[in-house]
């Protein structure tokens, strides 16, 4: 509104301007052109520079309009800005591009390395069922579980095996142990070969292996590495295992054995006092005879009766004569138990 106000006032002052003979000429020009380029002349006066001092007073509107222009033209971007601006976007766009191939390749990476781990797994799995397997089978054959392998060790400690044999000691010939004999015996024997040979006391642990073997050997190897430090020690333990496999035979099995039918009475004599031996109550010698006739034949008992033998050596010599005096006279009658012949009878009758 301001300028359209402005443009009026300037036109009017222009038509206020003197009517000289340019003045109509110009009038009469103006009346034959167009609208469009009258309003060009006009403009073109309006902004031409003053004359002859004479000063034209500015225009706001133009000022205004020049300003407006200037503002628009220095806040339109240059196109070296949009230039860097679009190098930029694509740069950015280039890195984002860049940033999720490296992404996917590390996923990729992860991806294979949990397959790996997996394979290893599923490996190990596969070795302890493998193991599993042939250690079930090997049960299964032998009828027990399998066996590991281990080194040896000695089962004395480093102080019995610091300790050194007599100077010029020679190894005796020892006797074998294979865990059914009589312990106690054993190492009765062991002891007196070892004093005879010049040892004795702890230097004894060193040379107990030799008499060793079977059973008795497994037991000693399986023994624990250095739990033995003393022949006491090592003793105890052997009797303590080996006579918990010994039978011991009471007062009632050893009356109730009696001589078989056909057994030779030496053999029953001797299988007797083996037994005897067993026995957990101690018997003397003559305990022993009368218990030992007791069981004899009824005709070998009825004789000896008589005779009462007080040793086993006497006992033995007089029922093998009767034995064989009876077998020669063909009355083996007498060597049939007396119950026996009893029973007979009486089924006859």
Not at 50 to 61: D, F, L, Q, R, T
Not at 88 to 117: C, H, P, W, Y
Not at 254 to 280: F, H, M
């Amino acid at each position: 509104m301001t300028s359209q106000g402005n443009t009026s006032k300037t036109l009017s002052d222009i038509s206020k301007r003197p009517n000289t003979r340019s003045r109509s000429r110009e009038i009469q020009s103006s009346e034959d052109m167009p609208p469009f380029e009258v309003a060009k002349n006009i403009w073109e006066q309006i902004s031409k520079p003053p004359k002859g001092g004479i000063v034209i007073k500015e225009n706001p509107a133009i000022d205004e309009h020049n300003s407006l222009f200037e503002h628009s033209n220095e806040e339109a971007p240059q196109p070296n800005i949009m230039s860097v601006m679009v190098t930029d976007v694509d740069t950015s766009e280039g890195r984002m591009t860049e940033l999720e191939k490296k992404v996917n390749m590390l996923m990729k990476a992860v991806e294979e390395r949990d397959f790996e781990i997996a394979s290893l797994k599923n490996q190990i799995e596969s070795r302890d069922q493998l193991q599993e397997m042939i250690a079930n089978s090997i049960k299964t054959q032998y009828g027990g579980p399998a066996q590991t392998f281990s080194l040896y060790f000695k089962p004395y400690t480093k102080r019995i095996d610091n300790m050194r044999m007599p100077h010029g000691y020679q190894p005796p010939k020892f006797q074998q142990f294979d865990g059914k004999d009589n312990p106690k015996q054993h190492v009765a024997h062991f002891i007196e070969t070892c004093e005879t040979a010049g040892t004795r006391g702890d230097l004894l642990v060193k040379q107990f292996v030799r008499t060793l073997k079977g059973n008795a050997f497994d037991w000693y190897t399986d023994l624990e590495p250095e739990s033995i430090d003393s022949w006491e020690q090592l003793e105890r333990d052997f009797l303590n295992r080996f006579y918990s496999t010994r039978h011991i035979v009471s007062m009632i099995e050893l009356t109730a054995t009696k001589q078989q039918k056909g057994e030779p009475v030496i053999d029953y004599i001797n299988r007797w006092r083996a037994l005897s031996l067993d026995c957990k109550d101690r018997l003397t010698e003559l305990s022993a005879v009368e218990m030992c006739t007791q069981g004899m034949h009824w005709g070998l008992l009825y004789i000896l009766q008589g005779i009462k033998p007080r040793t086993f050596e006497e006992l033995a010599t007089r029922a093998h004569d009767m034995e064989l005096s009876i077998a020669n006279r063909g009355n083996n009658d007498l060597l049939v138990p007396k119950v026996r012949k009893e029973n007979k009878e009486v089924k006859s009758t």
